[in-house]
């Protein structure tokens, strides 16, 4: 069963070993900044005490939510992870009155590309040599 819950600072670790996993691109001590900047909107999936999955996002302007990062680690993918995570910062952002979502993912991230896009996301842009190997971000919005 999938536990749906807030960051707690014990789950630092998991977070550390997930992101490596998947992105290996952040310094791991910006996520502990992250919560203590934005603890309300930093949310992990745990599942039998384990975290396999976290999104982190933040009020980036007047009715703008945005998610910085979302991964779920790679031996828990595609069991609807990364789907009840992205429901449940929605509805974080829904009770805080964002109208609309924005995120950027890899031009090459075909997977990340299609899961947001059938969640609602579509394209609004492109931020060229957005990533540290100065590959192309494509920019998604959703409605909420």
Not at 64 to 69: A, C, E, K
Not at 89 to 94: A, K, L, P
């Amino acid at each position: 069963m999938i536990i749906i819950r807030k960051f707690q600072p014990a789950d630092f670790p998991w977070i550390i070993d997930i992101e490596r996993k998947v992105f290996n691109e952040h310094d791991p001590y910006l996520y502990m900044k992250f919560y203590e900047n934005y603890p309300d909107t930093f949310i992990v999936a745990q599942i039998n005490g384990m975290i396999v999955g976290y999104v982190a996002g933040f009020q980036a302007g007047d009715g703008v939510g945005r998610i910085f990062s979302l991964a779920v680690h790679p031996l828990y993918q595609r069991r609807k992870i990364g789907n009840s995570l992205l429901n449940e910062i929605i509805h974080v952002f829904t009770e805080m009155h964002i109208k609309e979502m924005i995120l950027e993912v890899r031009w090459s991230n075909i997977v990340a590309k299609k899961f947001y896009q059938k969640l609602g996301f579509f394209q609004y842009g492109i931020a060229e040599k957005y990533y540290n190997n100065a590959e192309d971000a494509c920019l998604m919005k959703l409605r909420i």
